[in-house]
Nanobody, 125 residues
Framework: QVHLVESGGGSVQAGGSLRLSCEVSGVTYDRYCMGWFRQAPGKERDGVAIIYSSDGSTYYDQSVLDRFTTSQDNAKKTLYLQMDSLKPEDTAMYYC??????????????????WGQGTQVAVSS
């Protein structure tokens, strides 16, 4: 049974930093994608960052390039999202998600089978 638990959210002023964590359990298939997604009130859920387990490749949405960094600790089975230079527009509920794949990772939220409950990030000006 795959289970994802996010943590590390909070309230911060613009320019500040946060590090989100996602503890993963129950994943046995080695080829998988792990992703960070966010959803603000009244907005659709959009991809933020993705990491591919097979080679460690990472991908970022244009809005967070050079500010956010995702990484994985295989021993701890934990996914991280380091968020620097936060902006008010980054305010959202952040979710981690996982899916197995036979190809490359996708930005499509519908393709991700397992989701955490989310952690709130609020950035004030």
């Amino acid at each position: 049974q795959v289970h994802l638990v996010e943590s590390g959210g909070g309230s911060v002023q613009a320019g500040g930093s946060l590090r989100l964590s996602c503890e993963v359990s129950g994943v046995t298939y080695d080829r998988y994608c792990m992703g960070w997604f966010r959803q603000a009130p009244g907005k659709e859920r959009d991809g933020v960052a993705i990491i591919y387990s097979s080679d460690g490749s990472t991908y970022y949405d244009q809005s967070v390039l050079d500010r956010f960094t995702t990484s994985q600790d295989n021993a701890k089975k934990t996914l991280y999202l380091q968020m620097d230079s936060l902006k008010p527009e980054d305010t959202a509920m952040y979710y981690c998600a996982a899916t197995t794949t036979y190809g490359r990772c996708t930005w499509d939220t519908a393709a991700y089978t397992y989701w955490g409950q989310g952690t709130q990030v609020a950035v004030s000006s």
